[in-house]
Nanobody
Framework: VQPVESGGGLVQPGGSLRLSCAAS????????MNWARQAPGKGLEWVST???????LYANSMKGRSTISRDNAKNTVYLQMNNLKPEDTAVYYC???????WGQGTQVTVSS
């Protein structure tokens, strides 16, 4: 099991990005999936979770600016982020439901 993130990059403040995480090797449709991030010099911060039934949770820092979704046919979870701020700069990680498996991360940099 190796989640693989993609979609990071450099974006200006106020911009948008959609992160993707493809995962296989387990029953994806039955598993919750998580996004977390680590900003430079800071600890790991939970961002969002989507459950197998589609219910979602968001950290206060991202609530109203992000949408997590999943496509079970593609074994992929997405994180759409809008109105990005410089403080959103971080490496974003995808993790399986109980955080047993993590991706390698994708860098998001918000800067003008």
């Amino acid at each position: 099991v190796q989640p693989v993130e993609s979609g990071g990059g450099l974006v200006q403040p106020g911009g948008s990005l959609r992160l993707s995480c493809a995962a296989s090797g387990f029953t994806f449709s039955s598993s919750a999936m998580n996004w977390a991030r680590q900003a430079p010099g800071k600890g790991l911060e939970w961002v969002s979770t989507i459950y197998s039934d589609g219910d979602t949770l968001y950290a206060n820092s991202m609530k109203g600016r992000s949408t997590i979704s999943r496509d079970n046919a593609k074994n992929t979870v997405y994180l759409q982020m809008n109105n990005l701020k410089p403080e959103d700069t971080a490496v974003y990680y995808c993790a399986t439901g109980a955080y047993e498996y993590w991706g390698q991360g994708t860098q998001v940099t918000v800067s003008s």
